[in-house]
């Protein structure tokens, strides 16, 4: 993808009116601290215009960011944020599932986990929630720069059992250090999700 204008358009929070884009969202899930707003400030090609955070559970928001005029990167709120009371866990829990609910845009979901763990049972009560929602996740196994190289397909596979994938789901595995990983997702995303006219494409 080439990137030639980034904005956030929207941010909701508990309250808000979800927006009624008419371009594709992809909308990207995983819990504090996993690597979110990294990672989609690299596929904005951006250092720092997601905000990322030192503080685990800060950005409780949905923020809508509007990729060329042509398509929405969606950043979900956290979850697993162990200072966060469970009512306002149920609150977030609740304003995201609005969200899978109610978007009429909404391409596909991905699904971070930190490649270096076995995964949490937040991740898999994540993951078999948004499957629930009717969505496949696709899996991006983040922090890859953390693990040797040749412990990468353990650590894939190790993801795959603890989180009991669905057969044929995808693992993608990224470095926002190293951005490893960046294009495969952009690929994946162009391939699938957004309605190209091809034949004008490829002319
Ligand atoms: N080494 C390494 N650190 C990362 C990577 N992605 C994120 N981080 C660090 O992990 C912390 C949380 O990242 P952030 O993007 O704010 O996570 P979020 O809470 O999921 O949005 C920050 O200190 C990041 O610098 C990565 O791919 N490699
Ligand atoms: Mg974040």
């Known amino acids: 993808m080439i990137i030639r204008n980034i904005n ?39 250092k720092s215009y997601a905000r990322i955070s030192a503080t685990p559970g800060k950005t409780q928001t949905i923020n809508f960011y509007n990729i060329n005029d042509e398509m929405y990167l969606v950043d979900l709120p956290g979850y697993g944020y162990a200072k966060v009371s469970q009512q306002e866990k149920e ?8 969200y899978l609910h109610t978007s009429g845009r909404l391409r596909a979901v991905f699904l971070l986990i930190d490649i270096r763990h076995e ?13 629930e929602q009717g969505y496949n996740p696709i899996i991006i196994a983040t922090k890859l720069d953390k ?4 412990q990468v397909d ?3 596979k190790m993801l795959r059992q603890g989180l009991g994938l669905l057969p044929g789901t995808k ?18 995303v162009e391939r699938e999700y957004l309605d ?3 034949a004008q494409e490829e002319q």
């Open 8 to 46: 956030l358009e929207t941010v909701c929070g508990i309250t808000s009116t979800l927006p009624k884009n008419d371009k594709p969202e992809i909308a990207f899930a995983g819990k504090s601290n996993v690597g979110k707003s990294s990672l989609i400030n690299a596929l904005m090609n951006r």
């Open 91 to 98: 609150k977030w829990g609740r304003m995201i599932e609005r």
């Open 119 to 131: 995964p949490s049972a937040n991740d898999r009560l994540m993951y078999n929630w948004v499957v």
């Open 147 to 150: 693990i040797k190289r040749s």
């Open 154 to 156: 353990k650590h894939v």
């Open 171 to 188: 693992v993608i595995p990224f470095s926002a250090v190293t951005k490893q990983g960046r294009d495969d997702i952009w690929d994946l």
């Open 196 to 198: 190209r006219d091809t």
